[in-house]
């Protein structure tokens, strides 16, 4: 053998082993300058010999070439998920169940870490293959962007072929390092780490997942036929034995009642932990026992995961500050001494209207009780009533805008109180932020302080202005180095071309929403064959009621918009309808043609606007559920749809699950 590949070899020995203690066992042996200098040695040597370079060679850490797509695979056997348990007396139920089933049994007791599942596949002993979970009978290939996560083995102590299953999540510390990162760049941070976790492993670039710091818990062995473990202890065990990473806080225990001592026990600790858990997993220690029990459509019968109920924590409440959207509505924010709640730090929660401030008697200076909803938006859930000062006054909104002083009304039948005012500054920024969004006109790189400071400059007035900017406006701005203005300039120049919906959704027409810009583009094709119709001729469109018939009419009819969209045509930009039809939409995979029910009360968006999203997924939005029906989602005091859901075994998501999914996608 060479000297260089017995050199390479022995890179390789080392540089795994390194990686092994520090980022499994943590326990480093070496200190990382030791770790770097190796792997730059190595690193060299395949530059120089790429023969030499395997795919298991620890420079693949550093991430693969980008790709063009992910890989949709089967999954071998499907990726359940598990039943919930909310309090005591679920889980006494699920016991009681298996006691009449099987008898006595011992649990074992694992944190349901807050991450995304995975599917690792290992071929004689080198990791092949990883998957996500999918729709959990067909995954995405993301073996590269798995590959640069270091607890993940390449390589096992054994040369066994079998798939493993685990949680890939982002620690909170680099949770919070990228979301600081990303507010520098004035870039729209990751609401919490399993978000951001989701989101780095659908990077299409390995070395950008390379960079996010990721790690892993494996927890089941999908076939255990290739070792010996009896229990789910010794499988985990046997996982450690591999050289793989499973989470060391697993307890076994013999009864339900021990259960529950573990569970108030880590409901206590758990924001100990350097990463986010959303609860509990309970499962049937012995394997014999668990194929007994075996499985039911969606999940297991022999385990339950118990979900903590969403953290609350009192803060004080220090101002009430108003905001006005795009529409002129002007919204209480409660600004609130800064907390830490489900994994992030929270200043600020909407208090939606001055009704609900007085309903729930909301003072500046009240001890307030908030929590995330869906462990994602913050909100105040009450005052704590003996903690008021003497002196805390009662809020009324004001009788004018904040940002114009144009007074401000109340429009019949609606909460909210609105600025009317067309010129007012808060509304012309916000309309301006709505134009360059990602539904929208798609501008990245123009965030909400650089649009604040053009504007206040003078730079921009309008939004045909953005076509207009050069690097003399933009170069001076806070912030602003060569490199982010002319790619700026270059998001600016695209978006020329954009197809005529996103136009249309970016002008900001009330009432028209992403789905109807888009049934008017393909329709009408140009702005100008829209700019003839009728109000009557629109009505007799299906998806256009009456108001919105009459907004759009109103719109482009008005003097002003006119020569706005001149303005905007002078500049090239595209009125044209581009494509793909409609029903051509490619759609999500867990969406596209699937048949769909919205339920119960949801509180992140309108089940309209849900409905629409997820038509514009590709899928079939109807109203009652049958045998038919592929998922149903369901908000809060879902009633009977949900009932015979669950009846005809129907797959059900939460609203947290949907906005996830969402989340997910719009990554
Ligand atoms: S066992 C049949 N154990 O929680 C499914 N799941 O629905 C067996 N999770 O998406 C899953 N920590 O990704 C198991 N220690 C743990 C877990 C865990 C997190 C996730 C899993 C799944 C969801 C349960």
Known sequence: MSEVKKRVEELHELLHRYSYEYYVKDDPSVPDSEYDKLLHELIGIEREHPELKTDDSPTVRVGAEVQSSFEKVQHETPMLSLGNAFNEADLRKFDQRIQEKVGDVNYMCELKIDGLAVSLKYENGKFVQGLTRGDGTTGEDITENLKTIHAIPLTLKKDISFEVRGEAFMPRKSFLKLNEEKEQNEEQPFANPRNAAAGSLRQLDPKLAAKRKLDVFLYSINDLTELDAETQEEALNELDALGFKTNQKRRSVNNIDEVIEYIDYWT??????????????????????????????KSPRWAIAYKF??????????????????????????????????????????????????????????????????????EVVKRIKDRRKDDAKTYHMPTHCPSCDHELVRIEGEVALRCINPKCQAQLVEGLIHFVSRQAMNIDGLGEKIIQQLYEQGCIKDIADIYYLTEEDLLPLERMGQKKVTNLLKAIETSKSNSLEQLLFGLGIRHLGVKASRVLAERYDSIECLMEVSEVELLEIHDIGEKLAQSVVTYLENEDIKALIQKLKDKDVNMTFKGPKYNEVEGHEDFKDKTIVLTGKLHQMTRKEASEWLKLQGAKVTSSVTKKTDLVIAGEDAGSKLSKAEELEIEVWSEDEFVTKQNEIKE
């Open 268 to 297: 206590d600790k758990r924001e100990a932990l350097s990463y986010d858990i959303d609860g509990i997993v309970i499962k049937v220690n012995q394997l014999d026992t668990q194929d007994e029990l075996g499985f039911t459509a």
């Open 309 to 378: 109920p969403a953290e609350e924590v009192v803060t004080t409440l220090l101002d009430i500050e108003l905001s006005i959207g795009r529409t002129g509505v002007v919204t209480p924010t409660a600004i609130l001494e800064p907390v830490r709640v489900a994994g992030t730090t929270v200043s600020r929660a909407s208090l939606h209207n001055e009704d609900l401030i007085h309903e729930k008697d909301i003072r500046i200076s009240d001890s307030v009780v908030i929590k995330k909803a869906g462990d994602i938006i913050p």
